[in-house]
């Protein structure tokens, strides 16, 4: 370690300066030091004859503009210090560390720099005073795409945004998003987990880390915010079925006429009559002395505030809430009205609800054959309605005269008949009918966005174009819009309405094959439960194929049904000509 006098013409900025982010106030400093002089030595290495300064980087960018402005010549003699190459990093980011106005991208920089040069993440974390968890962090920020590590360097995104794009390594997935979210971390974070669940999602927590892990799932830890996400949403809710049809098995083994387990609460919950447990228990050990502590509790209270306050004292409503409780859970379902009723266990809003519901005398949906579990989510069923939706505005904005058809068939249905503006595939409302397909699910998809169909005639008009505008276009230009404007108003994403009669009537006149438009791909099999899978193939491939890979995990499975059926034209119920088949229960 030395410090020597060097010309400034032999002097080069270290690439190994971390502070990259153009630093502010060089001109004050300069004329500082024209001044006083240089009064803090810079600190440098040498490297093919240059002497690289990494440490006093803004004194060397004063000192250039002197010398750009004539006022000191390229031979003015810089008192440098002289280091080692790895040494002089680590000075560098110290002393830039301490400074406020450091931008944290250099810090990423050097940190990956440092690691690059051989230490590994204890020297580091012990070398800068630092945690080598925090170390993690910054290098996990250092595998950014180059892309956003430069927007974040020129504060066209912030930390929250940066910290939520290191959610994935995968860095093309990383700058896909980065360009439809820009410094959004919220969506950032739910673009990159949207086929993810929480560790603190509740159907987590019913299944538990052990059966998760058990069963081959695992996850991606947000290091920022400090949460995890199970990477296999349908291993979760398949644990999760697996355990409701448990507690139903259990409990018709326990004497209910019938049980049954399912994600979401049913359909008919508010119309069925709910059963009342007609028995008692003697409380146990442990409520006993629960009650006898809540009593005690109540009477202290009530000797507290006035008789006129017992019913709006929160303390007292508190407890009595509590002393409800236990006595309800020892009010019990007699061995007779298990008998003849039914029981339904599903997920409710604070986990597994479990509800019992009178027998009519007509019978009920569940005294018959139990309902088959939808092969499809919502979610899923959501996507393919999507999928379906753009296909059919692509059909109506390239053909004018079925467009014209649709919008004819909507107005009159709402001029001379009953019928609502929302009950027609077309609302013609002018509604901006928006909704979102991921890229990722998309896949290669040949479905034309119908503002790409229209471009050339939007391009001839204003956003909000007057009669005048609209007066001097030409028919077929006219009729074009027309088209595009109907195409925008398909907004059918359900399969359960009079909408989607109506849409599959448009999907026939068009004439449009699925099968042309969209091909399933592995982020789509990903979503689909193992029963789901096993199906596509037993359908596309034949039984024995299914039967040969019974045994596979879902993970495993989902990429053989992918590659199985490439190129096979084997598309879900939901996007088969005249299809209507049944979604998930939904609320």
Same mark, same amino acid.
């Given at each position: 370690?030395?410090?020597?006098? @060097? ?106 720099? =440092? ?6 993440? %204890? ?20 595998? +950014?795409?180059?892309? @956003? ?11 929250? $945004?940066?910290?939520?794009?290191? +959610? ?157 409780? =236990? ?59 999507? @999928? ?14 079925? $467009? ?7 107005? +009159? ?14 609302? =013609? ?9 991921? %890229? ?12 790409? @169909? ?115 034209? =084997? ?17």
């Amino acid at each position: 370690m030395t410090i020597q006098t @060097i010309q400034l013409n032999k002097l080069a900025l270290s690439d190994l300066n971390v502070r990259k982010v153009k630093p502010k106030e060089i001109e004050a400093l300069a004329a500082d030091i024209q001044a006083r002089g240089v009064l803090q030595n810079l600190i440098g290495y040498d490297e093919d004859g240059k002497i690289k300064i990494c440490a006093g980087g803004r004194r060397y960018r004063a000192l250039k503009l002197l010398q750009k402005a004539k006022t000191i010549p390229g031979t003015f003699e810089v008192p440098v210090e002289i280091r080692s190459k790895d040494e002089a990093l680590e000075i560098s980011l110290a002393e830039n560390a301490q400074r406020e106005d450091m931008h944290p991208a250099d810090a990423i920089a050097a940190y990956r720099a =440092i690691i690059d040069s051989g230490k590994d993440v %204890d020297d580091v974390a012990a070398s800068f005073g630092v945690s080598p968890a925090y170390v993690r962090r910054v290098l996990k920020l250092a595998a +950014l795409h180059p892309t @956003i590590l430069k927007a974040f360097q020129k504060d066209e995104i912030g930390m929250g $945004a940066a910290q939520a794009f290191a +959610l994935t390594d995968d860095q093309d997935r990383q700058l896909e998003v980065f360009k439809r979210t820009g410094d959004n971390a919220h969506q950032i974070r739910a673009m990159l987990t949207q086929e993810k669940v929480a560790d603190t999602d509740k159907h987590f927590r019913i299944v538990g880390e052990e059966a998760y892990c058990a069963a081959g799932g695992t996850f991606t830890t947000d290091l920022f915010g400090e949460r995890r996400y199970c990477d296999d949403a349908g291993l979760v809710m398949d644990l999760v079925q697996d355990r409701l049809d448990a507690i139903a098995k259990a409990a018709r083994e326990d004497g209910w006429r019938d049980a049954e387990g399912q994600l979401y609460r049913p359909d008919s919950y508010w119309m069925r009559g709910h059963l009342e447990p007609a028995g008692e228990r003697h409380p146990t050990e442990e409520e006993t002395a629960q009650l006898v502590e809540i009593e005690a509790a109540i009477a202290k209270r009530e000797s507290e505030v006035d008789e006129d306050e017992h019913d709006y004292d929160d303390e007292l409503r508190a407890l009595t809430r509590k002393q409800d409780a =236990i006595v309800s859970a020892c009010r019990v379902f007699t061995a007779e009205q298990k008998a003849e009723h039914s029981l339904i266990v599903f997920i409710g809003h604070d986990g597994i609800e479990q509800v019992a519901f009178t027998r009519s005398a007509k019978g009920t949906a569940a005294d018959g054959p139990k309902p088959p579990r939808p092969d499809y989510s919502q979610k899923v069923m959501d996507q393919l309605g999507g @999928i379906r939706t753009m296909a059919v505005r692509e059909a109506l904005a390239s053909d004018p005269e079925l $467009a014209l058809d649709v919008l004819l068939t909507g107005l +009159l249905g709402q001029v001379r008949g009953n019928a609502y503006s929302w009950q027609q595939a077309a609302e =013609i409302t002018a509604e901006k009918n928006r909704f979102h397909v991921d %890229d990722a699910v998309m896949g290669h998809s040949t479905i034309a966005g119908i503002d790409e @169909i229209a471009r050339a005639d939007l391009d001839r008009l204003a956003e909000t174009p007057t009669l005048d505008d609209m007066r001097q276009m030409d028919s077929e230009a006219k009729l074009r819009l027309l088209a595009y404007c109907v195409a925008s108003q398909i907004t059918s994403l359900s399969f359960h309405s009079d909408r989607d009669r109506q849409l599959a009537q448009i999907v026939g006149a068009a004439q449009i094959d699925m099968a042309d438009k969209w091909e399933p791909n592995q982020v789509f099999y990903d979503q689909l439960s193992k029963a789901t899978l096993l199906k596509l193939l037993a359908e596309g491939c034949g039984n024995d194929a299914a039967e040969n890979c019974q045994t596979m995990k879902r993970s495993d499975l989902a990429v053989t049904v992918n590659e199985r059926l490439a190129g096979r034209r =084997i598309l879900p119920p939901a996007l088969r000509p005249s299809a209507l088949p049944d979604a998930a229960d939904s609320e």
